[in-house]
């Protein structure tokens, strides 16, 4: 059983990329392009690692995509501001009040809503459309499986072939 304080240090403990770079350099120092070669088969070799160092790599971009949002809005509003000639404290106050609006929604690509403009909206609206026919389509086909077992116990490999599982793909991708 892992104790309460060693399970606080991994859930803070985060595998970065450049955690995992810098152990490779100093592995091999002086010489980048053997640490990259190794970090890519340290990477390759390890999926549960690759998907842990890829999901914090999003976590980040996304957590400094917001930031710079915010910090942009925020000396958007400093500066709106001092020209009015707000006080410091006025304009400080408005920035805490409009942290975010619906304009400043990152959508697909890192792009701000509010930034984009009609080709861009009608291609994101198209991603959109694509991601939910396939979405439905995964529901109907997985309703259509799980409505062919016997039981909750029974796994579906065990009742139904891949033909069968094949056609019913086909069937449910059909009633789009």
Known sequence: ???????MKQDVQKISLASLACEEMSRHPNDQDAAVKALVRRLRGDPALLHK?????????????IDHQNRRIRNKILYEAMVRGDTH???????????MTLFD?????????????????????????RQAR????????????????????TSCEKVISLERATAILNETKEEA
Do not use: N, W
């Open 1 to 7: 059983m892992v104790a309460k304080g060693d399970k």
């Open 53 to 65: 160092v890829v999901r914090e790599a999003i976590y980040v971009a996304c957590v400094e995509t």
């Open 89 to 99: 404290e006025a304009a400080t106050a408005l920035c805490d009040i409009v942290k």
């Open 105 to 129: 929604t990152p959508m697909t690509g890192g792009k701000r809503l509010g930034d984009m403009t009609r080709p861009e909206l009608l291609a994101c609206s198209e991603v959109y459309r």
């Open 134 to 153: 396939t979405k439905t389509h995964r529901a109907r086909f997985l309703f259509a499986l799980a409505a062919q077992l016997p039981d909750d116990k």
